[in-house]
């Protein structure tokens, strides 16, 4: 069945670069998204990619996504305190619920 | 999160007894849908409804019903609440042209 994956847990320390990692299974969906969820907050969009890209980059944000592979990864470069949060990875295409991963903890330590 | 309203925004209950979450927007979507977190379980759709009068069931629908009589609001009912319905619920909303979800604050719901 389809089921995105993603590892638990990240740790690192301020001023590295994080990557999270994602895996999906449905090679038709259209978009990829990554949210970030702070404690006691909903969900927010950090970003997403079209299905047709290979990478997108936002500031201190890139997302490469390997098509072949069904893998997404989302880099955030210079880590931040601040950037403490839950990741959650989903994938989505017209007329379909957005499949969620169960979320990845980043955790920076100054 | 502007936009989606979740009310309210704690609330413990008892066994059995019902309540009403409610979600309303102001972006005039379509698509509305509710999720529940848990930990170590991701978000989880529970119902959803593409426009006024359509609902239809997610994932785990059981114990919940949805109505959707406007396109502002989409209230999510517990008929009888049971301690595993604790959670945090999420309403969100999807855009038509690239298809994202935009969440509410959440309500967070004890059973006990």
């Known amino acids: 069945g389809e089921d995105v994956e993603q590892s638990l847990f990240l740790s690192v320390r301020e001023g590295d670069s994080s990557v999270i990692n994602c895996t999906y299974t449905?090679?038709?969906?259209?978009?990829l998204y990554w949210y970030k969820q702070e404690p006691g907050a909903g969900l927010q969009l950090l970003t997403y990619i079209f299905s047709n890209m290979d990478m997108k980059q936002d500031q201190r944000l890139t997302v490469l996504l390997n098509k072949k592979d069904k893998h997404l990864s989302l880099r955030i470069a210079d880590t931040q305190t601040g950037d403490s949060a839950i990741y959650f990875c989903a994938e989505g295409k017209a007329g379909t619920a957005l499949i969620f991963g169960k979320g990845t903890t980043l955790s920076v330590s100054s | 999160n502007a936009g989606v309203t979740q009310t309210p925004k704690f609330q413990v209950l008892k066994t059995g007894q019902s309540m009403t979450l409610q979600c309303a927007q102001d972006m005039n979507h379509e698509y509305m849908s509710w999720y529940r977190q848990d930990p170590g379980m991701g978000l989880r759709l529970i119902h959803y409804?593409?426009?006024?009068?359509?609902?239809d069931q997610g994932e785990v629908p059981n114990g919940y019903n949805v109505s959707r009589s406007t396109t502002e609001d989409f209230p999510l009912r517990l008929l009888s609440a049971a301690p595993s319905q604790t959670s945090v619920y999420f309403c969100a909303i999807r855009t038509t042209l690239t298809g994202e979800l935009f969440f509410g604050e959440g309500s967070r719901l004890t059973v006990l």
């Open positions: 449905d090679s038709s969906s259209t978009y």
């Open positions: 409804s593409v426009g006024a009068g359509i609902t």
